[in-house]
């Protein structure tokens, strides 16, 4: 069972910066690809983007590229989300996953954290 924790979301203007973090309690974080995905209001569950297991793949969503950056950790056992040039359509419940070494862009992932809010405003 991995147990994963996000934080660092919040409200921020249009054009600001968020990083999101994500701390999985696994002893094997290293042999799992991880995933962010959000969920605006109303809407259903998105891709944001992934990181393979050893951090040299990663792929974005078209909303995120350019903008959002994910790193990780291993030593830390956390993944990063560095959301730049925020706008209001990036509103939405943020959510990291993870998936023992596979990489997708589906929801189809292993595990999932509770999911962190971020509002940014106009």
């Known amino acids: 069972q991995v147990q994963l924790v996000e934080s660092g979301g919040g409200l921020v203007q249009a054009g600001g910066s968020l990083r999101l973090s994500c701390v999985a309690s696994?002893?094997?974080?290293?042999?799992?690809?991880m995933g962010w995905f959000r969920q605006p209001p109303g809407k259903e569950r998105e891709f944001v983007g992934v990181i393979s297991w050893g951090g040299g793949v990663t792929y974005y969503a078209d909303s995120a590229k350019g903008r959002f950056t994910i790193s990780r950790d291993n030593a830390k056992n956390t993944v990063y989300l560095q959301m730049n040039s925020l706008k209001p359509e990036d509103t939405a419940a943020y959510y990291c996953a993870a998936m023992h070494f596979r990489i997708s862009t589906s929801p189809d992932y292993d595990y999932w954290g509770q999911g962190t809010q971020v509002t940014v405003s106009s």
């Open positions: 696994t002893r094997s974080f290293s042999s799992y690809s």
